[in-house]
C-alpha cells in the first residue's frame, strides 16, 4: 500500500515537498529490472563506468545553486556555506581514481601450468539508505563506487531530504548511467524491511540512527545479505597541555556548531587540559556569542534551524537535564533573541561529567561540554566511556605522543591537530554502536564487491 511522504520544512514549519511510496509490488518489480539492466552495466569496461559517473557528478555540480537553496527549505543549512558540492566531487572523484586498484583481481600465480586469482564481483542490486544532514555526502559515499563496482543501485533517502535523490539520478541518468541501474526510491519502513528480507538486495549500506541501524540488521538477519551501518556518535576533542590553543579552539568549536551541530562526526565533548582549561573556555564562549541564528536563506545567517523541531527539543531536553545535574551554561540566551521551535541557540556546558545526558547520548545538535583532564590517562578514559566510535580529534604538537594516544581509542578515525573531515582516501568506518563496516577507501570497494575465486589449471600440450 501506498502512503505519503512529507517534508516539513524547519524554515517555517510548512509542509515543502510531499511524495508518495511505492507499494511492495511496484517495489518488486524495479527490483526485478534494475537486476536485468545491471548485467550490461556491470559488463561495460571499468573506464566507461567510470567515465559516466565522472560525468553524473559533474552534472550534479551544475544544478549546485538550485540544490543549495532547496537544501535550506528541506534541512535548514544556510545558504551562505554554499551547499555540499565540494565534498562530493572531492570522494567521487577519488573514488574514481581508486577504482582500478580497488576492483583488480588479486594474481596469485599466472605460471606454465596454473592461473589462479581472486576477482572482486558485484553483488549486483544494492540498497542505499541514505540520512538528511549531509545528503549528497552521505549518499555518494556509496552510490560511486557501487555504480563504478558494476552494481545497480537503489538510494532510498531521508523523508527530510527527498529532492536529493531525485536530483542525483536526474544528473546520472544525463550523464549516460541507465535509468534502471540508478533508481532514486521512495518506501515506507515496512516496504524496505520486507525487500530486504526477501533477500532483494546482495548489498545494504544504511547511514542513520542506532535503531534504524538495528531494524536493517532485523531484516536482514538469516538472508545472509551485506550489511554497512554507520551510525551514531559521540566524538570526543582532546586538547593537550601543548596544544595549538587558537587552532584547537576555532576547529573544534566550528566541529560542534556546523550545520547546527547536526554532523555525523560533529564533536559532541571535548576535554581539555588544566593548564588550557580556562583560556579554551574563554575563546570558545567568544566565538560563539559571534554566532547569527535565523532563516538559512539569509547570507548574514550561521547558524541555521535544526532540521526539525523533535530533534531541537531532544537537545533542550539534554540541556535541561544538565542544568538540574549542576552543568552550567555559558552562552547568554538574550544574544539569540529568536530561537524557538526548529531554531535552537547554540550553547556551551561546563561543569559536565559523565553521570549527565548530554554527555553520553547523541546531541547531533549546537551543544557542547567542556571538561578539565589531568593527564593523558584520565583523557582516555573518559574517551573510551562511550558507547560510540566514530573519531576523535587529538591537539597536541607532539605526533608521537598522539600517536601514543591513538592507539589506546576505541574509534574508527583519529584525527591530529583537525577534526570533522572525511578522507575518502582513507577507510570512513566505526566501532561500538557506531556501526559496521567501511565505506570509501579501496575498503569500500571492497565492500560493494564479493570475491571470486578462479583456479585454472592449464592443458598440458
Request: with cysteine; aromatic share 8%.
Amino acid at each position: 500500500m501506498s502512503t505519503p511522504i512529507q517534508c516539513i520544512s524547519p524554515i517555517d514549519g510548512s509542509v515543502y515537498v510531499e511524495r508518495t511510496t511505492l507499494s511492495l509490488e511496484a517495489a518488486r518489480e524495479a527490483v526485478a529490472r534494475a537486476k536485468n539492466a545491471q548485467l550490461d552495466w556491470a559488463a561495460l569496461p571499468l573506464s566507461e563506468r567510470v567515465q559516466r559517473v565522472r560525468d553524473g557528478i559533474a552534472r550534479l555540480g551544475d544544478m549546485n545553486d538550485d540544490i543549495v537553496e532547496k537544501l535550506a527549505w528541506q534541512m535548514g543549512r544556510p545558504v551562505r556555506y554554499g551547499g555540499e558540492f565540494g565534498g562530493v566531487d572531492e570522494r567521487a572523484g577519488m573514488m574514481a581514481d581508486l577504482a582500478e586498484e580497488g576492483l583488480a583481481p588479486i594474481e596469485i600465480e599466472n605460471s606454465a601450468s596454473f592461473h589462479r586469482y581472486i576477482q572482486r564481483e558485484p553483488h549486483g542490486a544494492v540498497l542505499v539508505v541514505a540520512p538528511w544532514n549531509y545528503p549528497y555526502m552521505t549518499a555518494v559515499n556509496t552510490v560511486v563506487p557501487a555504480l563504478i563496482a558494476g552494481n545497480a543501485v537503489f538510494l532510498k533517502h531521508a523523508s527530510q531530504t527527498p529532492l536529493v535523490g531525485e536530483h542525483m539520478v536526474q544528473a546520472f541518468h544525463a550523464a549516460g548511467v541507465p535509468s534502471e541501474v540508478f533508481q532514486n526510491v521512495f518506501l515506507s519502513h515496512e516496504t524496505t524491511s520486507a525487500l530486504i528480507e526477501e533477500k532483494a538486495f546482495g548489498f545494504v549500506n544504511f547511514t542513520g540512527s542506532v535503531n534504524g541501524g538495528q531494524a536493517i540488521e532485523r531484516a536482514a538477519a538469516g538472508t545472509f545479505t551485506g550489511v554497512g551501518l554507520e551510525l551514531g556518535g559521540k566524538d570526543p576533542g582532546y586538547v593537550m597541555d601543548d596544544a595549538d590553543l587558537d587552532a584547537a579552539v576555532e576547529t573544534l568549536i566550528d566541529g560542534a556548531m556546523f550545520n547546527a551541530g547536526q554532523c555525523c562526526c560533529g564533536i559532541e565533548r571535548i576535554y581539555v587540559a588544566e593548564n588550557l582549561f580556562d583560556a579554551f573556555v574563554e575563546k570558545a564562549v567568544a566565538i560563539v556569542s559571534g554566532y547569527r541564528l535565523g532563516n538559512p536563506l539569509d547570507r548574514d545567517t550561521t547558524l541555521g534551524p535544526m532540521a526539525h523541531v523533535r530533534f531541537a527539543d531532544h537537545v533542550r531536553e539534554q540541556t535541561a537535564d544538565a542544568l538540574a545535574s549542576g552543568a552550567r551554561a555559558l552562552i547568554d540566551p538574550e544574544l539569540f533573541p529568536d530561537q524557538g521551535g526548529a531554531y535552537l541557540m547554540p550553547q556551551i556546558l561546563i561543569d559536565v561529567d559523565h553521570s549527565m545526558r548530554v554527555m553520553r547520548e547523541e546531541s547531533f545538535g549546537p551543544v557542547v561540554g567542556i571538561m578539565k583532564v589531568k593527564d593523558d590517562a584520565e583523557a582516555v578514559a573518559l574517551m573510551n566511556d562511550s558507547e560510540f566510535g566514530l573519531t576523535a580529534s587529538l591537539w597536541t604538537r607532539d605526533i608521537d605522543r598522539a600517536t601514543r594516544v591513538a592507539d589506546q581509542i576505541e574509534t574508527g578515525t583519529v584525527f591530529m591537530n583537525r577534526c570533522d573531515y572525511l578522507d575518502p582516501a582513507l577507510c570512513w568506518t566505526g566501532c561500538k554502536n557506531t556501526g559496521r563496516g567501511g565505506g570509501l577507501s579501496i575498503i569500500g570497494y571492497h565492500n560493494l564487491t564479493r570475491p571470486k575465486s578462479y583456479y585454472l589449471k592449464k592443458p598440458v600440450n
